[in-house]
């Protein structure tokens, strides 16, 4: 039987993006998989008063099984009033790839899917991405396209050299598709090795700074299409003194780079109004749990890991929302 996100107290994401958007601030979009991560995510957002997105690959739905993460959504709803402060929460698919996903979402409490085709010709992005708008517009449920392909790792699909957005294009494809925001490339990518070294100049402390992301093409987007709500994935910033922490533990992360904070702030303030981090949370994690089993090898019971594991990523989410996002007190 379908579920419709309202009657899980869920909300889409069509007000907040006009709201972030005016107010020059994102959403933070944080994937989870399991419960401490959304635990995290909660904890963190309700401490700082701020909108959130849950994210939830197909992966993750595989992971942790359709019924669950519908219910774990309802349940964060509830949770929230529990902790005192409600904020709007949006269940968000992310990378979809086929309209039968998109449609599985939405019939089960989804709120907002992305159908992602960039991978197909322009003509076959815009029909697919109209297919699923048609479907979600008719339950209430807003849909992220996006135009231009991302370096590094989509899901399945291995992007080995990014296409940067064509700023001629979105026009034409907001009005033919009928989404309702966009997700760009210029310049991001996914996961925690976003660049060869080889790519990047080191500052005076020995990090590794990435190619400037291309402002230039956002800003043409903007120019095109005024106001609209824009996406930027692949987002980490892959903070150095995590990826250290991992590695003094008997990790082997190398050559991580991530996207400097201070670009993702000047990008929050523009028309992006979606900030998509998953990889930074995964690090925060792994960095938690390696410390306690290498300090307590003996440790056997997963809440003495995992426990700290959530307070690593409530830490991390929290200075997103206040320092990188602007997020903070906008709910
Ligand atoms: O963009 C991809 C997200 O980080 C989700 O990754 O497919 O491994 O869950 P995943
Ligand atoms: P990161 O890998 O940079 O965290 O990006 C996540 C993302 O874009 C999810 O869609
Ligand atoms: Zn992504």
Redesign the pocket.
């Known amino acids: 039987m379908a579920v419709s996100y309202k009657d899980l107290g869920l909300v889409n994401s069509k007000e907040l993006f006009a709201k972030a958007v005016a107010g020059g601030y994102a959403i933070p979009a944080y994937?989870f998989?399991n419960l401490e991560q959304l635990q995290a995510i909660l904890q963190a957002c309700v401490e700082t008063k701020s909108p959130v997105i849950l994210q939830v690959?197909?992966?993750?739905r595989k992971y942790a099984n359709a019924t669950l993460l519908r219910n774990m959504a309802k349940g964060a709803v509830e949770y929230v009033k529990e902790l005192g402060y409600e904020i709007p929460i949006v269940l968000h698919l992310?990378?979809g790839d086929t309209f039968d996903l998109c449609k599985e979402c939405i019939d089960s409490g989804f709120s907002s899917v992305m159908i992602d085709g960039s991978h197909h010709s322009y003509e076959k992005n815009i029909e697919l991405t109209k297919q699923v708008v048609e479907y979600a517009h008719a339950h209430g449920v807003t849909v992220e396209g996006e135009l231009g392909v991302l370096a590094g790792?989509?899901?399945d699909v291995v992007a080995e050299h990014s296409t940067y957005t064509r700023p001629e294009e979105v026009e034409d494809f907001v009005k033919k598709t009928g989404v309702d925001s966009l997700a760009i490339s210029i310049g991001t990518s996914?996961g925690a090795n976003k660049f060869t070294p080889a790519q990047c100049k080191r500052n005076e402390e020995g990090i590794l700074i990435p190619p400037m992301l291309r402002f230039d093409i956002l800003e043409e987007i903007e120019k095109r299409i005024p106001g609209f709500p824009i996406v930027l994935?692949?987002s980490s910033s892959v903070p150095q003194d995590l990826v250290k922490e991992v590695n003094e533990y008997g990790g082997k992360m190398k050559d991580t780079v991530g996207i400097p904070e201070e670009w993702l702030r000047r990008a929050a303030k523009s028309a992006v109004c979606k900030i998509?981090i998953?990889?930074d949370g995964r690090i925060a994690m792994t960095a938690a749990i390696r410390k306690v089993l290498t300090q307590n090898p003996g440790e056997f019971d997963p809440r003495k890991y995992l426990g700290p594991a959530r307070d690593s990523l409530k830490k991390l989410y929290m200075h997103k929302n206040i320092s990188v996002l602007g997020s903070a007190g906008q709910a």
Do not use: R, W
């Open positions: 994937n998989n690959s197909s992966g993750a992310d990378h790792i989509e899901d996914h994935h692949g998509n998953d990889s």
